[in-house]
């Protein structure tokens, strides 16, 4: 199961600042291991949702690749991913991870998924 949401860190006043796009991974059935947090912060050449130059859930690189955490095959490729990358969903604690490393190998994934022939 996976629920996306929009966040803003706290500058040391407590007032929101950066957005951040989470997508959050919770391993079924319930109770059998830690959830996996995904986190897309906004920086330099990125775009999270926020504003009206992208939909809510957009994220991506200004000159390349882009996700929507929408669709079910940009999640599952982001899973896949942070399984390459080391996380276990039995661990029982809950994970954050920078999404901005796993994305393009993600958008690789689920291109490739789309032509498996590579044609």
Not at 11 to 16: A, I, Q, V
Not at 81 to 98: F, N, Q, T
Request: charged share 20%; aromatic share 6%; with cysteine.
């Amino acid at each position: 199961m996976w629920t996306m949401r929009h966040a803003h860190r706290k500058d040391e006043t407590g007032r929101g600042v950066g957005c951040r796009q989470i997508l959050t991974l919770t391993p079924q059935p319930a109770g059998t291991g830690g959830s996996l947090r995904i986190v897309f912060p906004e920086g330099p050449g990125r775009y999270v949702p926020g504003g009206g130059y992208s939909g809510s859930g957009d994220v991506g690189f200004i000159s390349g690749s882009d996700l929507n955490l929408h669709e079910p095959g940009a999640v599952r490729a982001l899973l896949e991913v942070a399984l390459i990358h080391g996380w276990r969903p039995k661990e029982r604690r809950p994970v954050e991870i920078d999404g901005w490393p796993l994305l393009d190998a993600a958008v690789a994934m689920r291109a490739n998924a789309a032509d498996p022939e590579g044609t």
